[in-house]
């Protein structure tokens, strides 16, 4: 992965409003907008969601009770005509085989993320946001245009099988493309990962995080977050989100019933090695390695 693809560290952002980016990553239906959702309720955190389909959606938000406040955003953050072509240019994989079109994207992709950050973080009065994606490639270029000391990356890791199984009662994949999809996801969370600075990253399992909320949200953002209930969460005004994400109640963190694995189950942890990896080094990550506390503040969401 170049690091042409990013800004150089010569011109990495001044801080503004925002202090501090929390990106989480890891494969699709692993939890993390539930982890999101605990480490948002932090006064200081703002859980925006997915901000790599901002370009692509022009900015508005696909959740109803959200829109206001993205629809201030927007008017904040123009949008340049490449705008449909930066994701793929940056953010998905596919965009690695292609570096010769991001040249003339780079200066279009630079303004719109740290806009659209910079604006959520000003106009919620929380100086922390936290992004989203099944994309790694987009935490690279975060650090490249914040610095690693502004971006404390969050690898979420599910059983893989578990989420195989999640992605076969939708039918959203067929089994190739499960299979295909973990893999690259995984060995590219990875690599990420352990490219980033050890004091700025946090590995963690749904697993656990369903356990043990409180510890596992004080982990993955680096500070105490014993005020919280996870037994009534306040839900956070994303930009996009899955089914969960969509509900305007308070939100509680539920244990899932047993998972009983069959034999596809097995294979398919024994196939997805980078990922079952994370994910048994996650379950017990946030007990054994110590936090790094925070100065507390008091923003309100505006």
Same mark, same amino acid.
């Given at each position: @992965?170049?690091?042409?693809? %990013?800004?150089?560290?010569?011109?990495? +952002?001044?801080?503004?409003?925002?202090?501090?980016?929390?990106?989480?990553?890891?494969?699709?239906?692993?939890?993390?907008?539930?982890?999101?959702?605990?480490?948002?309720?932090?006064?200081?955190?703002?859980?925006?969601?997915?901000?790599?389909?901002?370009?692509?959606?022009?900015?508005? *938000?696909?959740?109803?009770?959200?829109?206001?406040?993205?629809?201030?955003?927007?008017?904040?953050?123009?949008?340049?005509?490449?705008?449909?072509?930066?994701?793929?240019?940056?953010?998905?994989?596919?965009?690695?085989?292609?570096?010769?079109?991001?040249?003339? =994207?780079?200066?279009?992709? %630079?303004?719109?993320?740290?806009? %659209?950050?910079?604006?959520?973080?000003?106009?919620?009065?929380?100086? %922390?946001?936290?992004?989203?994606?099944?994309?790694?490639?987009?935490?690279?270029?975060?650090?490249?245009?914040?610095?690693?000391?502004?971006?404390?990356?969050?690898? @979420?890791?599910?059983?893989?099988?578990?989420? *195989?199984?999640?992605?076969?009662?939708?039918?959203?994949?067929?089994?190739?493309?499960?299979?295909?999809?973990?893999?690259?996801?995984? *060995?590219?969370?990875?690599?990420?990962?352990?490219?980033?600075?050890?004091? !700025?990253?946090?590995?963690?399992?749904?697993?656990?995080?369903?356990?043990?909320?409180?510890?596992?949200?004080?982990?993955?953002?680096?500070?105490?977050?014993?005020?919280?209930?996870?037994?009534? =969460?306040?839900?956070?005004?994303?930009?996009?989100?899955?089914?969960?994400?969509?509900? !305007?109640?308070?939100? +509680?963190?539920?244990?899932?019933?047993?998972?009983?694995?069959?034999?596809?189950?097995? *294979?398919?942890?024994?196939?997805?090695?980078?990922?079952?990896?994370?994910?048994?080094?996650?379950?017990?990550?946030?007990?054994?390695?110590?936090?790094?506390?925070?100065?507390?503040?008091?923003?309100?969401?505006?």
């Amino acid at each position: @992965m170049s690091t042409s693809e %990013v800004p150089s560290r010569a011109r990495v +952002a001044e801080r503004g409003a925002l202090e501090e980016v929390v990106f989480i990553m890891g494969a699709a239906r692993s939890g993390s907008t539930l982890l999101g959702t605990l480490i948002g309720q932090a006064p200081h955190v703002l859980f925006a969601g997915e901000l790599t389909d901002w370009p692509g959606r022009g900015g508005r *938000a696909s959740i109803p009770r959200s829109a206001p406040f993205w629809d201030g955003i927007r008017a904040r953050v123009p949008l340049p005509p490449t705008a449909s072509r930066l994701k793929a240019a940056f953010d998905h994989p596919l965009g690695l085989a292609a570096p010769w079109r991001r040249g003339g =994207l780079r200066a279009d992709y %630079v303004r719109v993320t740290l806009g %659209v950050l910079e604006a959520a973080a000003e106009e919620s009065g929380r100086p %922390v946001v936290v992004d989203s994606s099944h994309y790694p490639r987009r935490a690279r270029a975060l650090r490249g245009m914040l610095g690693a000391d502004r971006v404390r990356l969050v690898y @979420m890791a599910r059983r893989p099988s578990a989420v *195989a199984r999640s992605f076969r009662s939708t039918e959203d994949k067929n089994e190739l493309g499960i299979q295909l999809y973990l893999f690259m996801v995984g *060995a590219l969370a990875w690599l990420v990962y352990l490219t980033h600075p050890r004091r !700025s990253r946090a590995l963690i399992s749904y697993e656990a995080m369903v356990e043990d909320p409180i510890a596992t949200a004080s982990f993955a953002l680096g500070s105490p977050m014993d005020d919280i209930d996870p037994d009534h =969460l306040t839900p956070p005004p994303l930009f996009i989100g899955n089914r969960f994400a969509q509900e !305007s109640g308070e939100i +509680a963190v539920q244990r899932p019933p047993a998972f009983r694995p069959r034999p596809l189950d097995r *294979a398919t942890d024994i196939i997805q090695l980078p990922l079952a990896l994370a994910w048994l080094a996650g379950r017990t990550n946030h007990r054994t390695r110590p936090q790094s506390p925070k100065p507390s503040r008091s923003h309100q969401l505006g």
